[in-house]
């Protein structure tokens, strides 16, 4: 086990020689020497600066917009406005069907069903179905009754 490493190790040490030659005059224009451990080094070292550059770049530039699950702060803040106007509107849905739900008990001859100004629970529906026995166009016995007084 001790063996194969140790050669491992000493072929990464060997020097090797790279040299640029002009062709035309066989010029030595650049020499360098290196062996296979510089080279592996450099070559990681290069990938690990690469890697750390363009994750800064995204992390600091609008190029995050590009990487999916990031989004524009405009776009956050008008998800949120959205959102709070979306609660809002659901809140005052509730309370006017729950106003509407009195109107139609106390027609019915109910003494209604509680406060409307307290923050009711979700609707049942958005469309609001009166209660059975209940007509738009029909007027019920009682109001006959009380038009015959308001008359007379």
Same mark, same amino acid.
């Given at each position: 086990?001790?063996? @194969?490493?140790?050669?491992?190790?000493?072929?990464?040490?060997?020097?090797?020689?790279?040299?640029?030659?002009?062709?035309?005059?066989?010029?030595?224009?650049?020499?360098? /020497?290196? $062996? @296979?451990? *510089?080279?592996?080094?450099?070559?990681?070292?290069?990938?690990?600066?690469?890697?750390?550059?363009?994750? $800064?770049?995204? #992390?600091? $530039?609008?190029?995050?917009? #590009?990487?999916?699950?990031?989004?524009? $702060?405009?776009?956050?803040? *008008?998800?949120?406005?959205?959102?709070? /106007?979306?609660?809002?509107?659901?809140?005052?849905?509730?309370?006017?069907?729950?106003?509407?739900?009195?109107?139609?008990?106390?027609?019915?001859?109910?003494?209604?069903?509680?406060?409307?100004?307290?923050?009711?629970?979700?609707?049942?529906?958005?469309?609001?179905?009166?209660?059975?026995?209940?007509?738009? #166009?029909?007027?019920?016995?009682?109001?006959?009754?009380?038009?015959?007084?308001?008359?007379?």
């Amino acid at each position: 086990m001790e063996q @194969p490493r140790k050669k491992l190790i000493h072929k990464l040490s060997y020097k090797y020689r790279l040299v640029l030659i002009n062709d035309a005059s066989f010029e030595e224009k650049f020499s360098i /020497k290196l $062996t @296979p451990m *510089n080279v592996f080094v450099a070559f990681s070292s290069a990938i690990v600066l690469l890697t750390a550059i363009i994750i $800064t770049l995204i #992390f600091y $530039t609008s190029l995050r917009e #590009f990487v999916p699950g990031y989004t524009d $702060t405009k776009t956050k803040r *008008n998800l949120q406005q959205l959102l709070y /106007k979306t609660d809002s509107l659901e809140q005052t849905l509730r309370a006017k069907e729950l106003y509407y739900n009195n109107i139609i008990n106390i027609m019915k001859g109910g003494n209604g069903l509680q406060d409307s100004t307290i923050a009711p629970g979700k609707p049942t529906s958005l469309y609001i179905i009166p209660a059975a026995g209940f007509s738009r #166009f029909e007027p019920k016995p009682m109001e006959s009754v009380y038009k015959k007084d308001l008359k007379a």
